[in-house]
């Protein structure tokens, strides 16, 4: 079950980073419920294990890619984000006071957490695409404009899959001009 689950989560990061124009340095937000992929009702089922094969699966692909992962905890922790310091740092996000566990932030979260060199949890980020496992509500945390992304791969065990990247904003009008 958990090699399908890292498969599928492969397949989904791969399919978003190749569909965005993410430059070097850029931040991939992350939302995923364990229990939704496990078929249970977003905090009902967490599981530390699904939350594991996930970040092992995502986390590589996000760094060979010169991309910074930010893991979005759960509501209990107002959605803040798991992020190396470095990105942290280079984007200017302060760092809160807080470590996520299991029923406190999200066993992805807390995965995310034990798998970075040097794990911060900032509030909120505005990153340049996402990737949403299981309605986990990432877009507060997406820079203006989103555009919704269409995968191939549509669900990471029984959790629904959407993914979103962003462009800046068109300004200026019927006589602007936009690059390609």
Request: hydrophobic residues 40%.
């Amino acid at each position: 079950m958990y090699e399908l689950i890292k498969k599928e989560a492969a397949a989904a990061i791969t399919e978003l980073i190749n569909g965005s124009k993410l430059k070097k340095g850029d931040i991939i937000v992350v939302g995923c419920s364990s229990s939704e992929i496990l078929g249970s009702r977003i905090g009902k089922g967490s599981s530390p294990e699904t939350g594991r094969a996930v970040v092992d699966a995502i986390l590589p692909v996000i760094t060979e890619n010169g991309l910074y992962l930010a893991a979005q905890c759960c509501e209990h922790l107002n959605r803040a984000l798991v992020l190396e310091r470095e990105a942290a740092e280079r984007h200017m996000y302060d760092e809160v006071c807080v470590r996520p566990m299991p029923k406190a932030g999200g066993s992805f979260a807390t995965a995310a957490y034990e798998s970075m060199s040097d794990p911060v949890v900032v509030e909120f980020v505005r990153a340049s695409a996402g990737l949403d496992i299981g309605n986990t509500l990432i877009g507060m945390h997406l820079k203006h404009v989103a555009v919704p992304l269409r995968l191939e791969t549509k669900k990471i065990g029984e959790a629904h899959l959407n993914a979103a990247y962003t462009r800046p904003k068109l300004i200026g009008g019927i006589r602007a001009h936009y690059p390609e």
